[in-house]
């Protein structure tokens, strides 16, 4: 059974330039969460979806991020326009229910960004 | 409010040795507080968590202890091996059935050999 993949684990991308970063949840899971971590500093929650539902976007940026998570194929972290304060790691983690019971959240291994 | 506050920001430990690592929290309403340990490269993996209603919680050489009144908690790793050489960082989460960790912002270990 696979893990989260994320995909692709590094991405080099010029200023203004567009990113998009993929998430693959592990086989079953129906909830996804996106979160970003600066150098040296803790992650940071950005946004929370189901299938083809937003959940909870409090931590996303209001501007060039979005995110989406559609019935089919995996989920997609799209930033637009980079700026170099983009640059960080971004991970992606998934569950199989909303709740702690029985279940917890993985994490994937990260996709590395690097706007230059 | 939404901090949690993560100390020591690094670690030296001899191998053998006890390896403590303390959080303290602002918001009574969090209810789940755990610990992820992150290999460089890698993505961070659950280790241990706790309830506040719960003074501690023990597996295999991890321990949380919890301080609710004081609205701290801590992490112990006994007799610290260099494999342990990682970076851990605590978190905390309001709600039932919520992933939106507030993570503290990490302590490196490191375990001598």
């Known amino acids: 059974n696979a893990g989260v993949m994320q995909n692709p684990r590094h991405l080099v991308r010029r200023r203004g330039q567009e990113a998009r970063l993929r998430c693959s949840p592990m086989?079953?899971?129906?909830?996804v969460y996106w979160y970003r971590q600066l150098p040296e500093e803790g992650l940071k929650f950005m946004v929370y979806l189901q299938k083809e539902n937003i959940i909870d976007e409090s931590g996303m940026p209001k501007e060039r991020f979005s995110a989406e998570f559609p019935k089919e194929g995996p989920s997609i972290l799209r930033i637009q326009q980079v700026v170099r304060g983009d640059s960080a790691a971004y991970f992606c983690?998934?569950?199989?229910?909303?709740?702690?019971?029985?279940?917890?959240?993985?994490f994937g291994q990260g996709t590395r960004l690097t706007v230059v | 409010q939404q901090q949690v506050k993560q100390s020591p920001q690094s670690l030296i430990v001899q191998k053998g040795g006890i390896s403590i690592i303390n959080c303290a929290y602002e918001?009574?309403?969090?209810?789940?507080f755990p610990w992820y340990q992150q290999f460089p490269g890698k993505g961070p993996a659950l280790l241990i968590a706790?309830?506040?209603?719960?003074s501690e919680k023990k597996e295999g050489r991890f321990t949380i202890s919890f301080n609710k009144s004081a609205k701290q908690f801590s992490l112990h790793i006994m007799d610290s091996q260099p494999g342990d050489s990682a970076t851990y960082f605590c978190?905390?989460?309001?709600?039932?059935?919520?992933?939106?960790?507030?993570f503290g912002t990490g302590t490196r270990l490191k375990v001598l050999a």
């Open positions: 978190a905390a989460s309001r709600g039932s059935g919520t992933y939106k960790y507030i």
């Open positions: 983690a998934s569950s199989l229910a909303q709740g702690r019971l029985n279940t917890e959240a993985f």
């Open positions: 086989k079953g899971h129906s909830h």
């Open positions: 706790i309830r506040p209603d719960v």
């Open positions: 918001n009574t309403a969090f209810d789940y």
